[in-house]
DNA sequence: TTGACATGAAACCAAATGGTATCGTAATTA
DNA sequence: TAATTACGATACCATTTGGTTTCATGTCAA
């Protein structure tokens, strides 16, 4: 799988479902390998060297206690692919696309996330 | 490469920086494949493929004009990823690693993307 | 209408990717 | 001390991916 040679970017670590799922899944609490693949149906090595991708990426950290290792969220780099969505702000701003994908999405918090950034530079003024 | 089987999703259409460049230069403007194919080193074909994966993943769109084919950046389905994202917010919201990456970013808008979602709340009140 | 142009479709290839099973080793516990 | 647990490393495999070259087809222009 992913051989670690030279450092994965979070572009394609992301890429990859499984790895969302982990993310997710440590977003909650700090976790044991075995912990984590108990999570998941394929083998502990495959969730394992998933987890190698994330830590290349820098989105997750481990800590070694006692035998086992224990993997934690760190959401940092996500902050690199924010700022590359930000180039297409512009297009979305203010336009009924915005509506007409999530108008009937179940969580308030992701049509707020929408709004445009013009709206803080109106706070500032 | 990419065969068209059952449809690319954003994530996945991302994850390769030659994709990533289309998505800048086209969104610019409308371009033929071979105006296209002109910023790159690799060949017509190789590129023609990779906007069939971003096609797929929706985030281009096509159009017949004679013999050549004009595509256009369709960023809408960025929003999915900006929705995803947004259930990470929380982790660097009034946290010192927003300023940690960015603090010397060149890209004041960048600075402003990172201002906590809390603030709409706040307002509302 | 004849040739040049624009593009997609195929066939092919090397390397990367996602997965498995097996083994070695350090830490824990009986 | 001996068995068990937790994990990484390795070797291996099938499929996907990113790229190439060649060929077929539709469109435009002389």
Redesign the interface.
Known sequence: MAESASKHDV??A??D?TR?RLL?LL?DQEMSVTIISGHFTMSRTAVSKHLRVLADAGLVKDQKVGRETRYR?D??P????????????R??ENKL??L???VE?DDP??M????P?R???E?EK
């Open positions: 572009f394609q992301i890429a479902p969302r997710r977003g969220l959401p940092e996500l902050l690199e692919l924010k700022k590359w969505l930000s180039n297409y702000e297009f979305w696309s915005v007409k994908r999530y999405s918090a992701v707020e996330s929408f709004l950034l709206t803080y530079k706070n």
